[in-house]
């Protein structure tokens, strides 16, 4: 079992810029990938960015050249960057990892950008 702990949501302006961080309990074997999903109030759950061990990444349209991902293998650790935030980008920001084939998620952090 994998335990995600997130921080660093909030409330900010639109135009400001926030830091989220997830650190994965266990080990940093098998790690695949790791990365942000979101999801706003009467919407799916969507895509935001997610890095693979290899470090290469796939984004969602919409954060692209916005969001910017950064992880630490050793410390089983993963950032997300946002900057010049939207009043879209308010929505339930969950952590991500794929390990051994198997998919975990944290209970997600609230973002809110208000206009």
């Known amino acids: 079992q994998v335990m995600l702990a997130e921080s660093g949501g909030g409330l900010v302006q639109a135009g400001g810029s926030l830091r989220l961080s997830c650190e994965a309990s266990?080990?940093?074997?098998?790690?695949?990938?790791m990365g942000w999903y979101r999801q706003a109030s009467g919407k799916e759950r969507e895509l935001v960015v997610v890095m693979s061990s290899g470090g290469s990444t796939k984004s969602g349209d919409s954060v692209k050249g916005r969001f910017t991902i950064s992880r630490d293998n050793a410390k089983n650790t993963v950032h997300l960057q946002m900057n010049s935030l939207k009043p879209e980008d308010t929505a339930v920001y969950y952590c991500?990892?794929?390990?051994?084939?198997?998919?975990?998620w944290g209970q997600g952090t609230q973002v809110t950008v208000s206009s």
């Open positions: 991500y990892i794929q390990k051994s084939g198997l998919d975990y």
């Open positions: 266990g080990s940093a074997a098998s790690v695949n990938a």
